[in-house]
Nanobody
Framework: QVQLVESGGGLVQAGGSLRLSCAASGSIFSINAMGWYRQAPGKQRELVAKITSGGSTNYADSVKGRFAISRDNDKKTVFLQMNSLKPEDTAVYYC???????????????WGQGTQVTVSS
């Protein structure tokens, strides 16, 4: 079974930093893009950052210059370094992966369970 497991969330003060990790495991043939989304109460889920297998990145305007996404292809892990955190960054952060299953050889989107990030003022 494919699993995406996030870690690194928590409570920090404004201006602080957190580093999120998401490790993919299971019967995976290959992974194309991996990314992070977030959702706050009463708001729609939004893309935070995305990175392709080739290293191309895409960021939400609200986090540019503060967040950095990276990945370790050998470990099937994606990271999100979050600096200069603001209260408006408070949300549940979800890991996403566009991957090809070994058993079906078909592409599909998979999601982690989410990790809470809370930034106090």
């Amino acid at each position: 079974q494919v699993q995406l497991v996030e870690s690194g969330g928590g409570l920090v003060q404004a201006g602080g930093s957190l580093r999120l990790s998401c490790a993919a495991s299971g019967s995976i043939f290959s992974i194309n893009a991996m990314g992070w989304y977030r959702q706050a109460p009463g708001k729609q889920r939004e893309l935070v950052a995305k990175i392709t297998s080739g290293g191309s990145t895409n960021y939400a305007d609200s986090v540019k210059g503060r967040f950095a996404i990276s990945r370790d292809n050998d470990k099937k892990t994606v990271f999100l370094q979050m600096n200069s955190l603001k209260p408006e960054d408070t949300a549940v952060y979800y890991c996403n992966a566009d991957l090809r299953l070994l058993v079906t050889m078909r592409w599909g989107d998979y999601w982690g369970q989410g990790t809470q990030v809370t930034v106090s003022s």
